[in-house]
């Protein structure tokens, strides 16, 4: 027997750990499906069903694009800022101009600004995006209050609500909208040039620039798309409530990090996928789901969770010792 075969024996009963840990979030989102499916007769219905994804859509779209900041080795900890200041733009402009499509389209554009901001201050000034995301977090939460004055705006054009809480062929439109969202960044992520180059940063960026990848541009457009979804789910939510409220998204930041890495994004850059990040969010809401369902004490919510989040990071810790 040589080395090589007896090398590639004892690497054999690792496969069922590894094919665990890169399904790991699938896994788990099946056994609460039928756990809920066979305790309650209520949770699997397309009422349910439909509501969970409509109540979450601004959460998975916020995580779908945060996967790429992550898999560029970068965090981004203003998400929830740039959520807020997007909300209550919209809500001024839709009570100045009395247009509500123009005021819904301006979130996502304030987004997308406020996301290269972030991305320019990365990339050319080298700051660790960690710190450069916490401290515009900081700076974007008081733009949300000045802009407000610390109060609520409320909404009442006709038709500003619509794009919240109206429905096409019976699913709710932030439904379709996440459904849009998602397949858009998952090709973009798997299948484009950069796609590739997003995976080559986080993986070794000075070897990818020295491949010929421009990994600071990448940077900023991750940034830039971050910040875009982050607008996109503010106008959703905006829509929804009509009114815009300068603490807005507060912890939506960590949630959507939390569900990324509990999909199985390496929180070290370089290995993730968009569909992964969308099952962690849905993976948490059901938790949540379940509870209400089951009428459980929801203090033990955050428990359950924490404890799920905590247990897929531990196994996806293993799986990489393991390789």
Same mark, same amino acid.
């Not at 397309?46 to 979450?56: F, G, K, P, T």
């Not at 905006?238 to 990324?260: D, F, T």
């Given at each position: 027997?040589?080395?090589?075969?007896?090398?590639?024996?004892?690497?054999?009963? *690792?496969?069922?750990?590894?094919?665990?840990?890169?399904?790991?979030?699938? +896994?788990?989102?099946?056994?609460?499906? %039928?756990?809920?499916?066979?305790?309650?007769?209520?949770?699997?219905? !397309?009422?349910? +069903?439909?509501?969970?994804?409509?109540?979450?859509?601004?959460?998975?779209?916020?995580?779908?694009?945060?996967?790429? %900041?992550?898999?560029?080795?970068? $965090?981004?900890?203003?998400?929830? !800022?740039?959520?807020?200041?997007?909300?209550?733009?919209?809500?001024?402009?839709?009570?100045?101009?009395?247009?509500?499509?123009?005021?819904?389209?301006?979130?996502?554009?304030?987004?997308?600004?406020?996301?290269?901001?972030?991305?320019?201050?990365?990339?050319?000034?080298?700051?660790?995006? $960690?710190?450069?995301?916490?401290?515009?977090?900081?700076?974007?939460?008081?733009?949300?209050?000045?802009?407000?004055?610390?109060?609520?705006?409320?909404?009442?054009?006709?038709? $500003?609500?619509? $794009?919240?809480?109206?429905?096409?062929?019976?699913?709710?439109?932030?439904?379709? *909208?996440?459904?849009?969202?998602?397949?858009?960044?998952?090709?973009?992520?798997?299948?484009?040039?950069?796609?590739?180059?997003?995976?080559?940063?986080?993986?070794?960026?000075?070897?990818?620039?020295? !491949?010929?990848?421009?990994?600071?541009?990448?940077?900023?457009?991750?940034?830039?798309?971050?910040?875009?979804?982050?607008?996109?789910?503010?106008? +959703?939510?905006?829509?929804?409530?009509?009114?815009?409220?300068?603490?807005?998204?507060?912890?939506?930041?960590?949630?959507?990090?939390?569900?990324?890495?509990?999909?199985?994004?390496?929180?070290?850059?370089?290995?993730? /996928?968009?569909?992964?990040?969308?099952?962690? *969010?849905?993976?948490?809401?059901?938790?949540?789901?379940?509870?209400?369902?089951?009428?459980?004490?929801?203090?033990?919510?955050?428990?359950?969770?924490?404890?799920?989040?905590?247990?897929?990071? /531990?196994?996806?810790?293993?799986?990489?010792?393991?390789?």
């Amino acid at each position: 027997m040589t080395a090589i075969t007896a090398e590639t024996q004892r690497k054999a009963p *690792v496969r069922p750990l590894l094919l665990a840990k890169d399904h790991a979030v699938l +896994i788990l989102l099946a056994a609460v499906v %039928v756990w809920l499916s066979v305790a309650s007769p209520a949770f699997f219905t !397309s009422a349910n +069903i439909l509501n969970i994804l409509n109540q979450n859509a601004p959460l998975a779209i916020i995580a779908a694009a945060g996967t790429f %900041v992550i898999v560029s080795g970068n $965090f981004d900890l203003s998400t929830a !800022s740039i959520f807020a200041v997007a909300s209550v733009c919209a809500a001024w402009l839709a009570v100045e101009t009395g247009n509500p499509l123009l005021a819904l389209v301006a979130a996502p554009v304030v987004g997308m600004v406020l996301g290269a901001l972030n991305g320019l201050v990365v990339a050319s000034l080298r700051i660790h995006s $960690f710190l450069a995301t916490l401290a515009s977090s900081m700076v974007y939460s008081a733009l949300a209050v000045l802009i407000t004055g610390g109060a609520l705006i409320t909404v009442d054009v006709d038709g $500003f609500a619509d $794009f919240g809480r109206g429905s096409f062929l019976g699913v709710f439109i932030p439904v379709w *909208v996440l459904a849009a969202v998602v397949a858009a960044l998952w090709f973009l992520l798997s299948g484009t040039v950069f796609g590739r180059h997003v995976f080559a940063t986080g993986g070794n960026a000075e070897a990818a620039e020295l !491949s010929g990848i421009r990994a600071d541009r990448v940077k900023v457009l991750v940034f830039v798309l971050s910040g875009l979804a982050a607008g996109i789910a503010a106008a +959703i939510a905006v829509s929804r409530i009509s009114s815009g409220q300068p603490q807005a998204g507060a912890g939506m930041e960590l949630q959507a990090i939390a569900a990324i890495i509990l999909g199985g994004t390496s929180i070290h850059g370089g290995v993730g /996928a968009v569909w992964r990040s969308v099952a962690g *969010v849905f993976l948490i809401a059901l938790v949540g789901n379940g509870f209400d369902i089951m009428n459980f004490n929801p203090q033990l919510k955050d428990l359950v969770t924490g404890l799920i989040i905590l247990a897929a990071v /531990a196994l996806a810790a293993v799986g990489r010792r393991r390789r």
